[in-house]
């Protein structure tokens, strides 16, 4: 039996501690003892991009922007979505993950960073956000664990209400937000709609097979047509349950 090889480890933006390991051709990512990926758990990854991308058929030109690179499934499948004449920007907290891509994860999804299409970007995808008013078709965020953070507690500030409005703002007409998620989260459902968007909850597999555990995806958008089929459409609760949330005071835009 082959042993578990570590490869490389990089500190958090918390401070915590994350790992890069690799057995025989499996490549997993722990962070603080806790896994966040795994080489053979990928299908939700590449359902984010389906689900995301779904829209697109009749786009020729599409903008694509995703956040968090993980092991490039999502990057390679929404590659193959958009076309020759497509663009993704690639944005990526970490610059050790983009340096792993290159050097040991590139053959799982034939190198996307070497695309031409790519435009990567290292830093916070809300600095990229506010600058990127009405430039994309579809946004996909696969950053760290969804609304409950597992590797950075700043990234909460994306799936906050600001966070929000700034993607509905950067997506062009007819455009979709797509974010994953580990587990589901009402709360988040309902934010999304203070924001404006109509949303639905897509319940996917982790991997192919037998047993497989489940991940989920919300696709939201201004207009209910641009929803993929399916999914779970998310329902505000009643006025007395319903918790009024404070809105920014401030533009979320930089002068």
Known sequence: MKPRIKLAAASTPDG????????DRDFSIIVNGA??????????ELELARLGCQHLSNNEEPTVLIGGLGMGYTLRQTLDLVGANGSVVMAELMEEVIEWNRKYMGELNDHPLQDERVDLRVGDILDILSKSKASFDTILLDVDNGPEPMTHSGNSQLYSYQGVVACKAALRDKGCLAVWSAKPNKDFEHLVMDCGMHIHRYRVPAHKGKNASSHFIWIASEKLKNLPPGGSESRKPNKDQYRKRSKPQKSVWKQ
């Open 16 to 23: 915590g501690e994350m790992v890069l390991y690799q057995h």
């Open 35 to 44: 896994d966040l990926m795994h080489s053979r758990r990928h299908e939700s």
